[in-house]
């Protein structure tokens, strides 16, 4: 299982990025998948996340209206499209895959993480 993400790097204030989240091992319909960042001296933290279903998404309040999560199955990847960055958004940000069943959490994967810098 590989959870390989891209798409990172330094933007300026205002710009856009979009993350994405290579998998293999599995596919991404089958799982919970989610973003998460961590910037320096901060606790991880939940950026996004869409069910197996696809049918709800969920985000942190800091990023709604900026940020969409989405999945394509025919490349079984997972991406965050990140608009109107701020100098807050600065993280390692990090794809997390997780497998529930009968309520409890089977398996959860974490990708390597990619570096999200915002700054002028």
């Known amino acids: 299982v590989q959870l390989v993400e891209s798409g990172g790097g330094l933007v300026q204030p205002g710009g856009s990025l979009r993350l994405s989240c290579a998998v293999s091992?599995?596919?991404?319909?089958?799982?919970?998948m989610s973003w998460h960042r961590q910037a320096p001296g901060k606790e991880r933290e939940l950026v996004a996340g869409?069910?197996?279903?696809?049918?709800?998404?969920n985000y942190a309040d800091s990023v709604k209206g900026r940020f969409t999560i989405s999945r394509d199955r025919a490349k079984n990847t997972v991406y965050l499209q990140m608009n109107s960055l701020e100098p807050d958004d600065t993280a390692e940000y990090y794809c997390n895959a997780v497998l529930i069943r009968w309520g409890k959490k089977i398996y959860d994967y974490w990708g390597q993480g990619t570096q999200v810098t915002v700054s002028s």
């Open positions: 869409i069910t197996s279903a696809g049918s709800s998404t």
């Open positions: 091992g599995f596919t991404v319909s089958t799982y919970d």
